[in-house]
């Protein structure tokens, strides 16, 4: 680096699910009052620092979506550090998959700033049902137990998405691979309390790590990455298989992820809670405490307690598998999502007959009636809200006197 030079350069680099996204808004939200107490959180955009993740790793997000923000992305970030005489925050979830190449990289590019790595943290009993889910998201249509078995190595044949869980939650593993020069204590483990707890604790006990007063800035998040129930992910997952891939990831990522998953069905408070099966909570808990251990013997500076990445022990078997959506509530949430989808209020009429004039759904719409038409219920409702449609389009064409 040369100019300026910051003095300081955190970079935050993990994990997936464990509050970077509701960190990085506040980060990006504050960015004028975080650099008149001298932080730097560079970026023209709210997404340059995933840009910057994947252009360090010479890699595109979808493999059929080519990003034009990805390409110098990393070089665009550290550039713009370089003019800064402060500290930097750098952060994204996506940073943890680096080869020890690219992290080379990173780091030679940053000096001669005193490099400090942050990686966060939460309990493996929540993040598996929240990885998977994310992956759901994401088009993917792997069962939970498929994705599970992949894991545990119990499964016929590996997945690219199993394969990816560890890389990116061993805590452990990704701070020794990221940390090879850098001293135990500029490695910072800030752990995210048990379920329940303050939302602002993750960004308070950040803020403090960087030298901030955590209670000066704005916490409020426009966008909460909300998390979704069993039925609501199971018609996600079908909405994937029914989709296979037909439209680009822009269009996904834009109605599917974004529209119908955070805002639509994440608006939701779902029924079933997605909860990890009795039959993985065992293991689960073995490999916690591997990591907890390691944690432990690092080293590294924790910021919170290491017990709280200990699963919470409960006696209570969960209400339903991830993989077994109760018929009547999927229905009532792809019927829901359909409605919405088309905008017009529900109106409740007795002709079940659609209207031939209707004109045939395409893309995500279509997918969606295909889903409701599987069962009964869901076809008498759909018939329902067709005539319901049919009629208030009738009734608004009528001449007024």
């Given at each position: ?371 409701c038409e599987q069962h009964a219920a869901s076809r008498k ?21």
């Amino acid at each position: 680096m040369n100019h300026a030079d910051p003095e300081r350069v955190y970079i935050h680099l993990g994990s997936p699910k464990t509050g970077t996204t509701y960190l990085q808004e506040v980060l990006w939200n504050n960015r004028a009052d975080l650099g008149r107490a001298g932080v730097l959180y560079p970026g023209g955009r709210p997404d340059a620092h995933f840009h910057a993740a994947l252009d360090l790793q010479n890699k595109q997000f979808q493999s059929d979506w080519f990003d034009e923000n990805v390409p110098q992305a990393w070089d665009r970030l550290v550039a713009e550090a370089a003019e800064w005489s402060g500290t930097v925050v750098i952060s994204h979830e996506l940073f943890c998959t680096a080869t020890p190449e690219q992290i080379e990289r990173a780091m030679n590019d940053l000096a001669p700033a005193e490099v400090h790595l942050v990686c966060t943290a939460r309990d493996l009993l929540r993040q598996l049902p929240a990885v998977w889910q994310e992956d759901v998201k994401n088009r993917h249509t792997l069962t939970f137990e498929e994705f599970v078995g992949g894991i545990r190595g119990t499964a016929e044949e590996t997945n690219p998405l199993s394969e990816l869980f560890w890389p990116r939650q061993d805590t452990a593993a990704i701070l020794d691979k990221w940390a090879a020069d850098i001293p135990a204590e500029r490695v910072h483990v800030i752990t995210v309390p048990p379920r329940g707890g303050d939302p602002t604790t993750v960004w308070n006990r950040f803020a403090e790590l960087i030298g901030l007063q955590p209670e000066e800035f704005d916490t409020a998040v426009r966008r909460p990455n909300r998390s979704l129930g069993v039925a609501e992910t199971e018609v996600l997952r079908k909405l994937n298989q029914r989709l296979d891939g037909r439209i680009p990831w822009s269009e996904h990522d834009e109605t599917v992820k974004s529209r119908i998953a955070g805002g639509i069905l994440g608006s939701r408070k779902p029924r079933t809670p997605l909860e990890v099966p009795a039959e993985h909570r065992q293991w689960l808990s073995e490999q916690s405490e591997r990591i907890i251990s390691e944690l432990a013997g690092s080293g590294y500076h924790v910021i919170g307690d290491l017990a709280e990445l200990r699963p919470e022990q409960s006696s209570a078997t969960p209400s339903s598998h991830p993989d077994a959506a109760d018929p009547e509530e999927t229905t009532e949430v792809a019927v829901e999502l359909l409605a919405e989808l088309i905008g017009d209020p529900p109106v409740r009429v007795l002709e079940p007959e659609p209207d031939p004039r209707e004109p045939a759904p395409t893309g995500v719409r279509q997918s969606l009636v295909h889903l409701c038409e599987q069962h009964a219920a869901s076809r008498k409702a759909l018939q329902l809200y067709r005539t319901g449609k049919r009629t208030l389009r009738e009734t608004r064409s009528r001449p007024t006197r």
